[in-house]
C-alpha cells in the first residue's frame, strides 16, 4: 500500500442502509411521487428513473428507506455486484443496500463508487444461497477499502471519469458503426430492387386498368377484382389475384421495379416450382436423427439471407417416405410462411423442411440467390402485408402462388448477386471487427 494511505473497513466510514418493498396489495402505496428502485432499474451508471415511484405513507409503513441523491447503491441480492449512483433521492428494495459515507472530507463518494465496481468480483464470489445468491449486512460492512488523502482520491476519480467516459463515447461509436455496417448491406438492396418505384406502379395501374371495364377498386378483403380476365377475391386464405406490388419488385407484396430498363415481370410460379415442406410425426422417433437435413424456422432464423449446409434437426428416409415431407434440390429457396415470417435460406445441398416453408426450386430462367435477395430487400415485415390469421399470421399457398417478380436477364441476376455478396463478406468483416472493439472495450 502506499505511503499515506490507510485501510479500514467499510462499516467504519460509511452507514450501510437497507430497504424494503412496501406491501403490493396496497395500491395507493405505488401512486406517489418518490422513486422507488429495484435491481431492474441498475441499468445505467446513475439511476435517474425507477419503473415504480411510491408515496410517503409506503415509506412510513414498509422497511424501505430514501437514499440521499449522489451517494451510492449496491445490490447484494439479486444482481449482486452491480454498483450504481443515485440521481435523485431515492428509495431502494430489499434487494440493495444504500452506501453513505459519514464523512465526506474522508471518503469522496465518487472514489467510493469506483472502488465498489472495482470489487464486485469479490462481492460475487461471497454469494450464498441456494436458489438466489446474496452477500449478509456482515461481509458488507467488514469490506477493506485501501484509502488515500482526500486530495489523492480526486485525482483518483478525475482519472477514472476521464477514462470511462472516452471508453463509453468509443462504445457508442463502435455500436453506432455495426449498426451502419449492417445498413450499408440494406440500402444496397434497397438500391438495387426499389429503383423507379412510381414509374413501376405507373406501369402497374396501366396494366390493371387495361384489363378493367371501369375504375380500380379499393383491395379491401370482399372486393372482387379481374386481372387479365380471371375473376378473383382478395384477402385471407382465399385470395389468388396476381396484382402488382406493394414497394419492391416482387407483385402482391415484393419488389417494384418493374420499370428498370430490361427488367420484366412474371409470375413466379412460371419461373420456379413451389414446392410444400412437411415434418414427419414426432411420435416416431425412428423417423429422426438421419442424415437429411430437415429446415425448421430456427435454422432460418440463424442463417437468414444465407445458404444453409446444415440443419439442428436430421430425418431420413424412413420419415420421408412415412410423410409428406420430400427431399428437394441443391438451390431450392426456402421461405418461412408462418410462426415466423420472412426468414429466407437457399440450400447448399439436397433437404427437406417443415410446413412452415414455400420453397421454390428455380427454373434456368432464375437464379436462386438472385431470387433470395429479392425477399430479403421486401423485409420481414413487407412480407407480412401477405399474411392473414387472428393467431398466428401466415402466408397461405393462394397468396405465395400470386406472387409476380420483376427480374433482368439471366447474365445481370449474376452481377447483382456477385456484388451483394461481396457487399455482404465486407460489411460482415466490418461487423466482425466492431463487435471485436465493444468486447475489447468492455474488458478495458
Not at 8 to 16: A, H, I, N
Not at 151 to 170: G, K, P, W
Not at 339 to 357: H, L, N, R
Amino acid at each position: 500500500m502506499k505511503k499515506g494511505w490507510v485501510t479500514k473497513q467499510l462499516g467504519e466510514l460509511c452507514d450501510v442502509i437497507g430497504g424494503g418493498t412496501p406491501p403490493k396489495n396496497k395500491s395507493a402505496f405505488y401512486s406517489g411521487e418518490i422513486p422507488w428502485a429495484t435491481v431492474r432499474d441498475m441499468r445505467n451508471d446513475v439511476i435517474t428513473e425507477t419503473e415504480y415511484r411510491i408515496t410517503k405513507a409506503a415509506v412510513k409503513n414498509s422497511a424501505t428507506n430514501i437514499i440521499p441523491a449522489g451517494n451510492v447503491v449496491i445490490a447484494t441480492r439479486v444482481g449482486l455486484g452491480k454498483v450504481c449512483l443515485l440521481g435523485q433521492d431515492t428509495a431502494i428494495n430489499q434487494d440493495l443496500r444504500g452506501i453513505v459515507p459519514r464523512n465526506k472530507q474522508e471518503l469522496v463518494v465518487r472514489y467510493l463508487y469506483w472502488w465498489l465496481k472495482s470489487i464486485a468480483d469479490v462481492i460475487i464470489s461471497e454469494g450464498t444461497g441456494a436458489t438466489v445468491q446474496g452477500v449478509k449486512l456482515p461481509f458488507v460492512k467488514s469490506l477493506l477499502i485501501h484509502l488515500p488523502p482526500l486530495s489523492e482520491q480526486h485525482r483518483i476519480v478525475r482519472i477514472l471519469d476521464e477514462v470511462f467516459e472516452n471508453i463509453a463515447i468509443a462504445k457508442a461509436n463502435a455500436k453506432t458503426n455495426l449498426q451502419n455496417a449492417s445498413a450499408i448491406f440494406d440500402s444496397h438492396l434497397k438500391s438495387v430492387f426499389s429503383q423507379s418505384v412510381e414509374d413501376g406502379h405507373k406501369q402497374a395501374e396501366t396494366r390493371e386498368r387495361s384489363a378493367l371495364d371501369g375504375p380500380i377498386v379499393s383491395d379491401s378483403v370482399e372486393t372482387k377484382r379481374h386481372h387479365g380476365g380471371h375473376e378473383t377475391r382478395t384477402g385471407g386464405r382465399e385470395a389468388t389475384s396476381r396484382h402488382i406490388p406493394g414497394n419492391l419488385s416482387l407483385a402482391v407484396g415484393l419488389p417494384s421495379t418493374g420499370a428498370r430498363k430490361g427488367w420484366r415481370w412474371s409470375a413466379l410460379t412460371d419461373m420456379a416450382r413451389l414446392e410444400t415442406g412437411h415434418t414427419p410425426s414426432r411420435r416416431h422417433p425412428e423417423y429422426w436423427g438421419g442424415m437429411v437435413p430437415w429446415i425448421g424456422i430456427q435454422d432460418a432464423r440463424e442463417n437468414h439471407g444465407r445458404r444453409i449446409s446444415d440443419t439442428l434437426q436430421k430425418t431420413n428416409d424412413l420419415g420421408i417416405a412415412n410423410s409428406s415431407a420430400r427431399i428437394l434440390p441443391e438451390n431450392t429457396v426456402c421461405l418461412s410462411r408462418t410462426a415466423s415470417v420472412g426468414y429466407v435460406v437457399v440450400m447448399a445441398k439436397p433437404m427437406a423442411t417443415s410446413q412452415d416453408f414455400v420453397n421454390w426450386v428455380c427454373s434456368d430462367k432464375l437464379q436462386p440467390d438472385f431470387l433470395k435477395y429479392l425477399f430479403v430487400a421486401e423485409g420481414r415485415e413487407g412480407l407480412l402485408r401477405f399474411a392473414s390469421g387472428s393467431v398466428h399470421q401466415t402466408i397461405y399457398f393462394p397468396e405465395a402462388k400470386a406472387f409476380y417478380i420483376c427480374y433482368p436477364e439471366m447474365n445481370e441476376q449474376l452481377r447483382i448477386v456477385r456484388q451483394c455478396d461481396d457487399l455482404r463478406k465486407e460489411t460482415n468483416r466490418l461487423a466482425r471487427l466492431y463487435e471485436q472493439k465493444i468486447v475489447a472495450l468492455e474488458a478495458l
